[in-house]
Structures are given as C-alpha cells and as structure tokens.
C-alpha cells in the first residue's frame, strides 16, 4: 500500500461547532484535494472526521499530520488555504494555527 504525505482530520461534532459547519467542511474536502492532484499519488492526502478532538471551543477545528498543526475557527475559504498552502505547496498557513505539537524526539 502507498503511503500518504499528509493525513487531515476534521472535528465534526457539534461542541466546538454548533452549526455542524465541520460537517461542510469535511464534505467539501474531497473536492478541493482532488483539484489540487492530492487523492492520488506520492502526494495524496488522506482524511477523516471525528466527532470531537477534546477542544471544544473555536471550532471549527481541522487537524494536518505528519506536522501535528491543529488549525482554529476553520472556513471554507480558510481550508482551501490550508489544502492549496498547506498539504499543496508545504507551507503552513500560520495566521490560522492556534497549537503545534513538537516534533518526536526521532524526528
């Protein structure tokens, strides 16, 4: 099996998020990694939901590995951001970033 360059997880529960925003985000995903060639290949992206990511507040919240960058009050032009900046062109988009965890100590 083929790894993945980045895996995306997106809280889609309704605590941090009480209009289920997270949930149109979630859908729109597959839309914007495919426009952008990141479904396939030694670049494909993959995703996945949870109902919650035990931060409760500020969402919606949107999650990018192997980084460990845990973005804040996501939209939808804000992903398209982090799809087209992040996971496409490898530069995180900082203004959104709201925690980072440290590298492992094998990095």
Do not use: N
């Not at 670049?43 to 500020?58: I, S």
């Not at 992040?86 to 900082?94: E, S």
């Amino acid at each position: 099996m083929e790894s993945y360059a980045h895996h995306v997880l997106v809280c889609t529960g309704s605590y941090c998020s009480p209009e289920r925003a997270g949930r149109r985000l979630y859908a729109l995903l597959p839309t914007l990694l495919q426009r952008e060639g990141l479904l396939f290949g030694p670049r494909r992206v993959k995703r996945g939901e949870t109902p919650c990511l035990g931060v409760c507040a500020g969402g919606p919240i949107v999650v990018v590995y192997p980084e460990g960058v845990w973005y804040a009050g996501v939209t939808p032009e804000l992903l398209e951001r982090i799809v087209v900046e992040h996971l496409r062109d490898g530069r995180v988009v900082q203004e959104a970033v709201f925690h980072h965890l440290p590298p492992s100590p094998s990095d």
